[in-house]
Each structure stands twice: as structure tokens, then as C-alpha cells.
């Protein structure tokens, strides 16, 4: 669901193609008929952009058929805790939760939610203002942290508590009947049972079931909320910390997890820390650390991971009297995301920018793209060919059309050449968390250099400029480790490139080691908060335990047989983990829940954990180990409660913190949607969704008849996102030569549009031209009522290269997830007409 | 000679990628049509179109839907050269370019190919063309040089979900074997082997699970041999020939009735 796994992950279908040769089902819900619903047992057709609703009746069905799963449920997830008294639900405030208030200036957004009331209740007060006054005192983090630590929370096992969180989750999607998924989504009810039906028989102690998506869920304003309520049905059929379980999301591209691992995140630093941010209070290292520091759970540990990255960014120069050099390092004021950095660049508040990998021109609401990066004093493109960012200046629709002018357009375009992946080594990261190295095939052409190359001779170049500054502001970028060169001697001799870093060296850093010996970590227990370890990445922490010893290198599968975790083969993190909380593959009392389905168990007589996999809990604590009271970190949590990184140990139903736009998964219309919200009649859409002004960005009002059509864009398996790397491709370009728009023959009648025939199509945003490609596989759907149409189009093309076309992302727009501010390009409003 | 060797091919997890088109077209050095600029098809996400001389796998994308989408299918299969073990095209061929190898896989020589295109008429598969670089005629090799290296082909290589499954020919009937019976106990009752046994050509060298009927994926159900068609065609000829024979008995005898008439009536004009 959410996902197209047979065309965009091919190669990981191949497991797919294996569990349905043995006997596994397959089932594909989508708005269209993909080539992975081709290959489905059962294919069901929704309206896109109603994942919710089609999952909140699946939450339903399950709580309200007693499907869940309710040994796990009561012992493993929040289920049985008691929120807060003031908390309202969406039920009991027509839509929202409570807590929402207007917005500050410069979010983009109209309304923000104060999660006070989210909150567990605690069976004493607590004042957190005071608690932290008080921490802030403490001599150590340790101690520090250990005065953080709330009162427990209340909870009632029989979840009978009208407050507790399974009758707040059984009362929020008591609406959500498999009759309203019908005149929402416009999927046929008794397909929606059938999915139901499914689900249920392959989830509990024999069988767990997967859920698989990628863009098809993340693409919405409301795409983390999608994932929640996945998160949500699989906590409650027990489908999580097993094997054959859990979420699986599938990567944009060949690895993005590491690159959000390490990471390339606005938001954040190495390993999922929060990026210093001067809108929090942050102000000092030890206001950070109270401030993201969870204090009780595996998160306890956070100055120890802070501080040794700290040490990585400036080595010898971080001391504990200057807090690591804390205040050195960069702090974010605002919301540097895509499309917030874009609006800036239209305001003509950006003056230079990279793209590395990207292609910005193609990108979403494209014409203001384009426009915005006319507003650049100059900007580097680092690709493998001259790409439509490269040449938006001379070659644009927008220059095509006389709207701007090459002669009046100041940018100075920098266009490197760029290496390709067979021809530079390192790692890459899967969406399984698995580090695999790769080694270098050959050496690029030309000029073309890796990024690593580029990055690296910038740094040092930089670094030379900046030398002899005296102003305090450069005083961190002058105690920057950047020691990446190899060592006199050691660099390759098979190679004619000159001046590439030592990989082997930025692993180094990523995997730290102990600053007095240099000694390479063996993994995240070993580091301190004290300055004794750096390490930029605590996730990463192991992968490289000591000199001569890669694990991503590893290369050894198990046997056919057993047991197919296959620990010998590359290293995943954390620890070499396979499956993230896999205490839960056993019973509270540590048994395997069954024999088929066992991973990790309680050993009696060793007195430890044991399995087929690393466990993913302290190794000795025994099952019936009971939770100390008021105490910090791991101690906080009893034997039975597997999600160690959560405060609480358990997985979250409910969820209190980390989420903007509320704790329950809830059903919001698409910002452009043909129909009103039927649940929810007074909020349309997303309250919290982020909507960027400007008069390019306008949008379709709901049910809008000159935009009465649902578009959704996607990508094909023969390309590859903006064609960067196939369209120049002969042997790839005739596979997919033009851009298309999937109609359906019902649509197509209705309009007049033959096969073949060039049909325009315009949202409020821009107006482009495609073939029409009349099939079967798109349908109508009725959606309370109304016949609702579907069109779909591949996002590749762009006017450069061998295959050009126009561009898909023209028709876009510039809204926002609030979580993650991933924009909506899976639903939106068009019109389509056949071109003159 | 060594074990027959050959494809199987499972179009029951062909997910259409065209990973087989590529990886074909990169280990034999073919090159794309019209260097890769080319126009939208129409037909589904086949944008190949066919087999030909630059074009030794194609996949085919059959949309099978009711009106009303209560059933519907998008069958997909990878098409490729059948190295029957009757081989028309051998059989047609006057050069001798086309030979049967070690590895019972059938391949034509490029130099001694002449392009006469004998071969092409007589494939009843189709899977034959000239290719416009070398004006010989071109089809699959079976990667007869990664054959006689102990690779496998590059198509079956690159194939993520094993829809294309290389290797001796007793060792795949049994695969396949097992595979229908799977198919045919979890209820997918239309599955059935294409070309696995002697009936069609001697037997495929290259055969099939399908989903449906042959004519479906446009496979002749029962392909023939030009020799098999020589009698008929050789009593056709000779009718013909008497045909023709009488016709022109008939134009002879107007020709000279015309003259006849033509100098009666020159006659009666002297009159």
C-alpha cells in the first residue's frame, strides 16, 4: 500500500516474486494497476490520498471483531496507559485534537498544536519547569538526566479505563465502519473486508504480516500520519519486532537511509539527534541535553552520543570547559526544508546554492523553481550530465515562452562533472539498515570527480581561506577536524584521479574511537559523555570494531536452510540488528510465541538472551526483571517491555511527543480534493499542514469544477527519478521514449481522447502536454455517491536529454507535511482536455 | 554434445521490468532504435514493440480487463528466440549459417550469413529480422560466447525475480513441472507449459509457463515447419500450373478466334 515495489524496487521484488512462490499472499492497494499489482493475489483500487480512512477501518475492524492480538497489546504497547484528563479527541472536538492554537508568524501554517494534553497521566504530580531548575544544577549529565525522570504514568491492564489509550484509539476510529471506507476511498466494501479478513488470519502467534509503501504514503500532508496508522494496526496484531512483520519503507533511491543515517536532514544531526535549534532551548550543551534528553528508556544515553560527536566535529579543540565546543557549532532558526528554502530563494533571499544528485528544475511546482533560481548570484551543479537545472536559463519552458530572458538572468552556472557509482567506493545503506561497501570499478572520465572529491577539496580550500580569520563566528569552522587526506605513502597507485579522501579514514570518524589511545570502538556501549571517545555517528558505532575488520565488506550468507538472518552478510545498524525491538518475537515471559515465528528468546539456564538474531535488549535482564522505580535510562523499564528507545518500553498506540499534527492517525482530505471531508465536515484538510504563499503556488478549491480531475504522479521502473541518470541513456530512453497520462476508456470517452492523442493538462499551478495512454488498469471510482476520476503520470521527463518531455512537477505544488514538510504530488487537482 | 541447455521462462513472476531487454542489448552490443529517440507506442508499456535484429528479447504487456474491472490481468512475458529443436529457420537456411551448437541451441553464423532472409519467412515465431548495421540476420545467441565461458546469459542474470531461469533442459522441465502443479493447487487452474515437450517443434529450447491460452501472449498454439507444408504446397503449385496451363489455352484460343474474326471481317470490308 503506498507503493509500487514490482516497478520502483525490482530487485527487492525478487523476495517478494520467493514468499509467493511459497505460498505467501500478496495484496495491493493503489489507485492504479501497477505491474506490482500484476503480480498481486488481490488487487483493490482506492481513492488516492485516503490511506487513513482506509486504515482506520482496518484499526476498526480489528478492535471492534477482536482481532488484535491481546497478549502483545496489553504488554507491549501503551494500550492500558491513561492519558491525561484534559486531553479531546477529534471526536469530541469535531476534527482536532486538543491543543491547537493559531500559528506563529513565518511557519506557513495557519494553526499548531501544544501537545500539553497529550501527556500520560501521572499517578503523582510533577512540575517540569522545577525538575529542570533543579537538573540544571546537577554536577554530571548523569545526574542531570536522573532528575528528569517523571513520576510513572497511570494504567489499567484491563483497558477497561475509558481513558486509557485502547478506548481513546476503539472511540477515535469507531466512525471509520467499512460503509464509510466505501464513500471515502470508493473502494467496495466487500473488497475492504476481504483485505480485513486477511490481515487477520495471517497476524498473531503463527503468522505476522508485512506492510510495505514508499512515496505513494509519504507524498501527502499528512504522509508521517499515513505511516502512523500503519505503525497503529500492526502494534495492534502484534506485527512488530518479528520476523516476517513490521513496516518495510522503501527508499527514493539507492541509499537514502544512509543518507538521512548520517545525515543530509534539515533537522537533524548524525543518528537522529535534533539539530541544534535556536527556536528551542538549546541555548547551551546543557540546555540541549534537558531539553531532548529522554530520560528514562535507551534515549538516557544522549549526552554520551551528543558529546563524542561533538568530539568528531572539532577533535582536540572540544573540551569539557569550553562544552565541547558546543556553541561552535551551527544552529538552525528556522525551516530549512526544500521547499521553505525554495520560497526564500524566490524572495531573493538566497544567493548561492549546490545540487548534488538533484535536479531542482524538474522539481515540484517546477515554473517557480525555475524562477527562483534565476534569483541566484551562482550555483554549482555537480551531475553526471548537463541536467534542466544546469541549463534552466537558456532552455526552460518558461525562456521558451519569452517570460524570462537568458541575456537578463544573472545566475552564473557552475556545471561540474560527476562520477558514477561504479566508478567511486563506499557504502551504501538499505532500507534494512544494512551498510554494504562497494568497491571502485574504474576510474571516472575526464574530469569527472566523485562527491567526496568535490566535498573534500572544498573543505580544504575553505579551510585555507579561513585560516587567518580572527572573528569569533569563524572560530568553529578554523577547529573543524578535517583530516581525510591519506597518510604520506598510502594513496592508491591503480588510480590517475589525485586528491581523493581516505574512505577508510571518514569511517574512521563515523565509527569513533577512544581520543587517548585511538583504539576503534566496538560499539555505542563504550562511549562517554566525558571527551574520552569521539564518534560522529553512534547508530554507525561498530561497523568498523578494528583495524582490518569492515563488517560492511562481509560477505557471508547463511546456509539455505537456517536461520536467514544472515548476520555474516554486510552490517546492519544498530549493533548488527536485523530486527529493531525483537524482544518482542518472544512472550513477556520470553518464550518464542511460537515455534514457526521464533527470533530471540530468554535462555534460563545461561540467563540471557539468545537467537537467530543480536537482541535488541540488554543481554542479561531477565523477563520477570521488574521496572525500577524512578530510576533513569534502561533501569526504568521492566523485563517485559521491548521498545527500548521509547521512554516508556512499550510501542506507541498513542503517541504524546514527536508528532505536530496530533497523536491519533485521522482522516484529512488531500490540500486539493474533489469531495468534502465526510468524517470530519468542519476540517477539510490537515489544520497543521504547511501551505507556502506565493502567486504561483495558488491552489483548487474542494470539488472545484474547473479542476475536478484526481492526478497522482509516480515514477516507472525505466527511469529514474528525474531522468537525471536514464533519459540520456539510448537503451533506456526507447524503453520509455515519451511522457504519458494514464486515462481511463470511461474518461477518455467522456473527453473525447483517443490512444496516442496529445491531451493538455493544467492544475492551478501550470499547464503541460502529454500522450494519452487510454487504459483499463485506471478506473473510476464512486466516492459517496459522486463518479470520481483518476489520471496518473510518470514525473521523468524534462527538456534535456535524449527522452525530453514536459515537466510533470509543473503542476505541483508547494505544500507540506508539518512533520517532515514532504510536499503532496499524489494527490492534486487537474483538469484534462484534448490539445489543439 | 554437451547437455541441452536452454530458458525456462516463469510468466507468472515476469514483473515487466525490461531488465532482460537491457542487459541483452549491453552484453551483445545492440544498439537502441534510432539511437533511443523514438515515439510512444501506445501498446501498454511496450515501447520495444517486437523482436528483431537489434531487438533479441522484447517483453510483452497484455492488458486483459472486463468493462466493468471485476476481473482484470496485466499478463507480462519476456519474448525471445525458441531454439526449437526443429528449427525452421535451420532448416531454411541456404548458406549453412545457421547452425545447431554443443549446447543444442540454435545460432546464426554472422559471416556466412548472406541476408537472403530465407529464415525470416520461415520462423513461425517471428522472431527472426535483419539487422540495418550488418544487413545479416540477427536473433538471440543464447549467449553462446557466455555459454562456452560457463556464464549464464545476460538476460537470465539480470532477471531479479527469476522469471528467466537458465540451465540444462531435463533439470528445467522438472522445475517448471513442479512450478504448474503449485500454480495449479493454489487455484491459478489456466496456468499451463508452452513448448516443454516433444508436441511443439521437436520441443523448445526456450519454453514457457503461461497464464493463458498461447494465442494470448501471440504464441502460435501449434507452429509447423515449412517442409510439413511441401506436399500441399507442391499440389497447390501443380493445380496451379494446370490452372494457369488451361488460361492460357483459353487466351491462345481467343487470340486466334479474335484473328479469325478480325480477317472476316477485313474480308467482308473488301467485299
Known amino acids: 500500500m503506498g507503493s509500487n515495489m514490482a516497478e520502483n524496487h525490482p530487485v527487492a521484488f525478487r523476495w517478494v516474486a520467493e514468499a509467493k512462490r511459497r505460498g505467501a499472499k500478496v495484496v495491493h492497494i493503489d489507485p492504479r494497476f501497477t505491474r506490482t499489482s500484476a503480480l498481486a493475489d488481490l488487487y483493490v483500487p482506492l481513492r488516492s490520498g485516503t490511506d487513513i480512512a482506509f486504515l482506520g477501518g482496518l484499526i476498526r475492524y480489528v478492535i471492534e471483531n477482536e482481532k488484535y492480538f491481546k497478549d502483545y497489546v496489553v504488554n507491549y504497547t501503551n494500550a492500558a496507559t491513561i492519558i491525561r484528563d484534559d486531553f479531546q479527541d477529534t471526536e469530541d472536538l469535531e476534527g482536532v485534537f486538543s491543543g491547537l492554537k493559531e500559528a506563529p508568524q513565518g511557519t506557513n501554517q495557519k494553526y499548531v498544536y501544544d501537545n500539553a494534553t497529550w501527556q500520560y497521566k501521572r499517578v503523582a504530580a510533577w512540575d517540569v519547569a522545577k525538575a529542570r531548575e533543579e537538573a540544571k544544577k546537577a554536577a ?5 538526566i536522573q532528575k528528569m525522570v517523571p513520576p510513572a504514568a497511570e494504567k489499567d491492564p484491563t483497558l477497561q479505563h475509558p481513558r486509557t489509550v485502547f ?45 510495505v509503501y514508499a512515496m505513494g504514503w509519504t507524498q501527502h500532508t499528512y504522509g508521517v500520519q499515513n505511516i502512523g496508522a500503519a505503525a497503529l494496526l500492526q502494534l495492534l496484531l502484534g506485527n512488530v519486532g518479528r520476523p516476517g512483520g513490521g513496516i518495510l519503507a522503501l527508499r527514493g533511491h539507492a541509499t537514502i537511509q544512509g543518507s538521512t543515517d548520517v545525515p543530509t ?30 530520560p528514562t528508556g535507551f534515549w538516557a544515553n544522549l549526552p554520551k552520543f551528543l558529546v563524542s560527536y561533538l568530539k568528531s566535529m572539532y577533535g582536540d579543540a572540544a573540551k569539557p570547559e569550553n562544552d565541547f565546543g558546543y556553541d561552535w557549532h551551527p544552529k538552525i532558526a528556522g525551516d530549512y526544508s526544500f521547499m521553505a528554502s525554495f520560497h526564500a530563494m524566490a524572495r531573493g533571499e538566497i544567493k548561492g546554492a549546490f545540487f548534488f544528485g538533484q535536479n531542482p528544475a524538474t522539481s515540484i511546482n517546477g515554473s517557480l523553481i525555475r524562477r527562483a533560481l534565476a534569483n541566484l548570484d551562482w550555483m554549482v551543479v555537480k551531475d553526471n550530465f548537463e541536467i534542466e537545472t544546469a541549463a534552466f536559463w537558456y532552455k526552460s519552458p518558461e525562456v521558451e515562452r519569452g517570460e524570462m530572458k537568458p541575456e537578463e538572468i544573472k545566475t552564473e552556472v557552475f556545471l561540474f562533472p560527476s562520477a558514477q557509482v561504479a566508478e567511486i567506493e563506499g557504502t551504501f545503506t538499505n532500507t534494512q539498515r544494512w551498510i554494504q561497501f562497494h568497491e571502485k570499478a574504474a576510474d571516472p572520465p575526464g574530469d569527472c570527480r566523485s562527491d567526496a572529491w568535490f566535498t ?83 547508530i554507525y558505532c561498530g561497523a568498523y570494531p578494528e583495524e582490518g575488520k569492515f563488517l560492511p565488506a562481509n560477505r557471508n550468507p547463511d546456509p539455505d536452510d537456517k536461520p536467514g538472518t544472515h548476520l555474516g552478510w554486510a552490517f546492519a545498524w544498530p549493533a548488527n540488528r536485523r530486527i529493531l525491538y525483537n524482544r518482542a518475537s518472544a512472550d513477556p515471559n520470553g518464550n518464542p510465541w511460537s515455534e514457526r515465528k521464533k527470533l530471540v528468546w530468554w535462555d534460563a539456564t545461561q ?99 474547473q479542476y475536478p480531475i484526481v492526478l497522482t504522479t509516480y515514477r516507472l521502473t525505466e527511469h529514474h527519478l528525474s531522468g537525471a541518470m536514464s533519459r540520456w541513456l539510448p537503451w533506456l530512453a526507447e524503453l520509455q521514449p515519451e511522457l504519458f497520462v494514464e486515462i481511463s476508456p470511461e474518461l477518455a470517452a467522456e473527453k473525447g481522447i483517443k490512444n496516442l492523442d496529445l491531451v493538455r493538462v493544467s492544475s492551478k499551478r501550470g499547464s503541460i502536454v502529454a500522450k494519452a495512454l487510454v487504459t483499463p488498469r485506471l478506473r473510476p471510482l464512486t466516492v459517496n455517491g459522486k463518479t470520481v476520476h483518476q489520471i496518473g503520470m510518470p514525473w521523468h521527463w524534462g527538456f534535456m536529454g535524449l527522452a525530453v518531455g514536459d515537466v510533470v512537477n509543473d503542476l505541483t505544488s508547494w505544500v507540506a507535511d508539518p512533520n517532515v514538510m514532504i510536499h503532496e504530488a499524489k494527490a492534486l487537482l487537474v483538469n484534462v482536455e484534448k490539445a489543439q | 554434445m554437451a547437455e541441452p541447455m536452454g530458458f525456462f521462462t516463469d510468466t507468472s513472476v515476469c514483473i515487466g521490468c525490461k531488465a532482460c531487454e537491457v542487459a541483452c542489448k549491453a552484453w551483445n552490443q545492440l544498439p537502441a532504435r534510432n539511437g533511443g529517440k523514438v515515439q510512444l507506442s501506445g501498446m501498454s508499456y511496450d515501447n520495444t514493440v517486437s523482436l528483431s535484429g537489434i531487438q533479441w528479447r522484447h517483453v510483452k504487456f497484455i492488458e486483459d480487463f472486463t468493462p466493468d474491472r471485476s476481473t482484470g490481468r496485466w499478463l507480462m ?69 557466455r555459454l562456452q565461458a560457463g556464464m549464464v546469459p545476460a538476460c537470465a542474470q539480470a532477471c531479479p525475480t527469476q522469471s528467466i531461469q537458465f540451465g540444462p533442459i531435463s533439470e528445467l522441465r522438472q522445475r517448471a513441472q513442479q512450478r504448474l502443479e503449485q500454480l495449479h493447487a493454489q487455484g491459478v487452474t489456466q496456468a499451463r507449459l508452452y513448448g516443454h515437450d516433444e508436441s511443439i517443434l521437436g520441443g523448445l529450447n526456450s519454453f514457457y509457463l503461461l497464464l493463458d491460452e498461447p494465442e494470448k501472449y501471440g504464441l502460435p498454439s501449434n507452429p509447423q515447419l515449412p517442409s510439413t507444408r511441401v506436399p500441399a504446397a507442391a499440389a497447390v503449385s501443380t493445380a496451379t500450373a494446370v490452372v494457369l496451363g488451361l488460361l492460357g489455352l483459353v487466351g491462345l484460343r481467343k487470340q486466334r478466334m479474335d484473328q479469325l474474326a478480325a480477317a472476316a471481317k477485313q474480308g467482308n470490308d473488301g467485299e
Not at chain 1, 490 to 519: C, L, S
Request: proline letters at 8%; hydrophobic letters at 35%.
Open chain 1, 167 to 211: 478506548q481513546i484509539v476503539r472511540r477515535h476510529f469507531s466512525r471509520y465502519t467499512p460503509e464509510m471506507v466505501e464513500q471515502i476511498c470508493g473502494t467496495p466494501k466487500e473488497l475492504f473486508l476481504r483485505v480485513a479478513e486477511i490481515l487477520a488470519e495471517n497476524s498473531g502467534p503463527e503468522r505476522t504480516t508485512m506492510m
Open chain 1, 456 to 538: 573534500h577539496q572544498l573543505a580544504l580550500r575553505l579551510k585555507k581561506l579561513y585560516a587567518d580569520s580572527t572573528l569569533p563566528r569563524d572560530e568553529g569552522f578554523k577547529n573543524l577536524t578535517w583530516d581525510f587526506d591519506y597518510d604520506p605513502g598510502h594513496y592508491p597507485t591503480n588510480t590517475r584521479i589525485q586528491g581523493e579522501p581516505d574512505v577508510m579514514k571518514i569511517w574512521r570518524e563515523i565509527n569513533g574511537f577512544k581520543t587517548d589511545t585511538g583504539e576503534l570502538l566496538k560499539g555505542f556501549g563504550e562511549l562517554k559523555d566525558d571527551g574520552s571517545t569521539t564518534c560522529a555517528s553512534w
Open chain 2, 77 to 145: 512475458m519476456s519474448d525471445v528466440c525458441k531454439h526449437c529443436v526443429r528449427a525452421a529457420c535451420l532448416e531454411a537456411c541456404p548458406t549453412g549459417a545457421i547452425i545447431r551448437t554443443e549446447f543444442d541451441t540454435v545460432v546464426i553464423q554472422q559471416d556466412v550469413c548472406n541476408g537472403c532472409r530465407a529464415c525470416i519467412s520461415a520462423c513461425p515465431f517471428g522472431v527472426i529480422e535483419i539487422n540495418p548495421e550488418t544487413n545479416t540476420a540477427m536473433k538471440c545467441t543464447l549467449c553462446y560466447d
Open chain 1, 265 to 294: 536532514l534539515h533537522h537533524s544531526i548524525h543518528g537522529y539527534m535534533a539539530h541544534p535549534d535556536a527556536r528551542r532551548n538549546h541555548d547551551t550543551l546543557r540546555d540541549y541535553m534537558l531539553t531532548e534528553t529522554r
Open chain 1, 140 to 144: 554530571t549529565f548523569a545526574e542531570m
Open chain 1, 607 to 705: 540467563k540471557k538472551w539468545v537467537g537467530y538474531d543480536v537482541p535488541d535488549f540488554p543481554a542479561t535482564k531477565a523477563p520477570d526483571t521488574p521496572a525500577k522505580p524512578g530510576a533513569a535510562g534502561m533501569d526504568a523499564h521492566d523485563g517485559k517491555s521491548p521498545f527500548i528507545l521509547l521512554p516508556d518500553g512499550k510501542g506507541w498506540l498513542f503517541v504524546p511527543t514527536g508528532l505536530q499534527d496530533g497523536p491519533l492517525p485521522t482522516h484529512y482530505e488531500p490540500v486539493e480534493s474533489p469531495v468534502p471531508n465526510l468524517l470530519y465536515p468542519k476540517w477539510q484538510i490537515n489544520p497543521i499542514a504547511k501551505i507556502y504563499e506565493h502567486e504561483r503556488n495558488q491552489l483548487a478549491t474542494v470539488g472545484d469544477t
